[in-house]
C-alpha cells in the first residue's frame, strides 16, 4: 500500500499541477511496472557485474613480460 501512495505522489510530480487524476495513474503504473521489471532487471545486472569481475580477474591473472623479454618480430 505504501509503495501505491508512493508512486501516485511521484506521478503527480512528474505529471504536473494541473493534471488531476492522470499523476496518479501514471505514478501507480510507474510502481508496478517497478514491482515486476526491477526484478529481473537487477538480477541481469548482478549478473553482468558478476561476469565483469570474473573477466577482470582472469586478465589480472594473465602474465605481462616485460617489453625487452619478448622475441622480436623480425
Do not use: C, H
Not at 505529471?15 to 514491482?35: E, V
Not at 538480477?43 to 613480460?65: C, E, M, V
Amino acid at each position: 500500500m505504501l509503495g501505491k501512495i508512493l508512486g501516485a505522489f511521484v506521478g503527480e510530480k512528474i505529471a504536473g499541477r494541473n493534471s488531476g487524476i492522470k499523476g496518479a495513474a501514471l505514478g501507480y503504473g510507474a510502481a508496478a511496472l517497478a514491482r515486476r521489471g526491477l526484478g529481473p532487471l537487477g538480477l541481469g545486472l548482478g549478473l553482468a557485474w558478476g561476469a565483469k569481475k570474473l573477466w577482470d580477474r582472469r586478465q589480472a591473472r594473465q602474465p605481462s613480460y616485460p617489453s625487452d623479454a619478448t622475441p622480436s618480430s623480425r
